[in-house]
T-cell receptor, first 115, second 113 residues
Framework: ETGVTQSPTHLIKTRGQQVTLRCSSQSGHNTVSWYQQALGQGPQFIFQYYREEENGRGNFPPRFSGLQFPNYSSELNVNALELDDSALYLC??????????????FGPGTRLTVL | GENVEQHPSTLSVQEGDSAVIKCTYSDSASNYFPWYKQELGKRPQLIIDIRSNVGEKKDQRIAVTLNKTAKHFSLHITETQPEDSAVYFCAARGNTGRRALTFGSGTRLQVQP
């Protein structure tokens, strides 16, 4: 198992609400990437944080936002929830530096259900 | 942007047989290709990866091959076991700028005992 943890495990929200998901990266890693995995599909890239700055973003609207903290843990915030936001949210941590392999290791995910 | 296609979507084999999953990618600048295994309700786990300066990599019963000219890469599992049953995802990533993984749609592998 990786050292990447996520909380909460499951979450149920209603349309229009806001949600915050949390990720603790593996020790020694400085980069966190967030992915959305809808049922039966592959993960889709939301954004990546490197040293507390956004380092790239996928095709997700601005109501998806994030933060990375000095200890490299991260938050994903989603405002104005829609039914289609129901999915498994995965974070992946990696070490982005010099000759590092930059391999991404996933956390267990947060299952978000929007009613 | 990058687009990754994965085939087949489902694959059923008898225990002891080999399984092959194929992926193609669109961005010739992609240079890193990992494979993840995801069991039901669990996180994707890296099982093997390959970089563009290598054509083949093996780890026990698992191997990956890469053809950069044709922009395709494949996962080979030999001597399959029931515990190999899971969904397998291929992915591709570029070397500059946004270092995001673009995933295929997944292959559900069922190994029949």
């Amino acid at each position: 198992e990786t050292g990447v943890t996520q909380s909460p495990t499951h979450l149920i929200k209603t349309r229009g609400q806001q949600v915050t998901l949390r990720c603790s990266s593996q020790s020694g890693h400085n980069t966190v990437s967030w992915y959305q995995q809808a049922l039966g599909q592959g993960p889709q890239f939301i954004f990546q944080y490197y040293r507390e700055e956004e380092n790239g973003r996928g095709n997700f609207p601005p109501r998806f936002s994030g933060l990375q903290f000095p200890n490299y843990s991260s938050e994903l915030n989603v405002n104005a929830l829609e039914l289609d936001d129901s999915a498994l949210y995965l974070c992946a941590s990696s070490l982005l530096a010099g000759r590092s392999t930059d391999t991404q290791y996933f956390g267990p995910g947060t299952r978000l259900t929007v009613l | 942007g990058e687009n990754v296609e994965q085939h087949p979507s489902t694959l059923s084999v008898q225990e002891g047989d080999s399984a092959v999953i194929k992926c193609t990618y669109s961005d010739s600048a992609s240079n890193y290709f990992p494979w993840y295994k995801q069991e039901l309700g669990k996180r994707p786990q890296l099982i093997i990866d390959i970089r563009s300066n290598v054509g083949e990599k093996k780890d026990q019963r698992i191997a990956v091959t890469l053809n950069k000219t044709a922009k395709h890469f494949s996962l080979h599992i030999t001597e399959t076991q029931p515990e190999d049953s899971a969904v397998y995802f291929c992915a591709a990533r570029g070397n500059t700028g946004r270092r995001a993984l673009t995933f295929g749609s997944g292959t559900r592998l069922q190994v029949q005992p």
